[in-house]
């Protein structure tokens, strides 16, 4: 059975920054596609972090620069450091994953509870 959990949200102020983890159980990320995604309350889910079967890391616009996507494997753990964070940055975070290896549309299948991030001006 599949399991993510994240931790590491919380409250800070404007140009704070916060490392959010992801721990997996029952899956190796090895061949999958993983992601960070968020949403905020009226708001769409938007995925801010992405990496593809290849390995390669791709970011939202509106968090490149700011945002690292990083996974440690002895660990079996994914994060997501956040830095000059803005209000606009306020949502629940989830981390996510594909069930299929080598799955080049990357179809999100596995989803944490979500850590909430609230950041204020």
């Known amino acids: 059975q599949v399991q993510l959990v994240e931790s590491g949200g919380g409250s800070v102020q404007a140009g704070g920054s916060l490392r959010l983890s992801c721990a997996a159980s029952?899956?190796?990320?090895?061949?999958?596609?993983l992601g960070w995604f968020r949403q905020a309350p009226g708001k769409e889910r938007e995925e801010v972090a992405g990496?593809?079967?290849?390995?390669?890391?791709n970011y939202a616009s509106s968090v490149k620069g700011r945002f690292t996507f990083s996974r440690e494997d002895a660990k079996n753990t994914l994060y997501l450091q956040m830095n000059r964070l803005i209000p606009e940055d306020t949502a629940m975070y989830y981390c996510?994953?594909?069930?299929?290896?080598?799955?080049?549309?990357?179809?999100?299948?596995?989803w944490g509870q979500g850590t909430q991030v609230t950041v204020s001006s």
């Open positions: 996510s994953a594909d069930s299929f290896p080598y799955d080049k549309t990357c179809e999100f299948d596995y």
């Open positions: 029952g899956y190796t990320f090895n061949n999958y596609c």
């Open positions: 990496i593809d079967i290849d390995g390669n890391t």
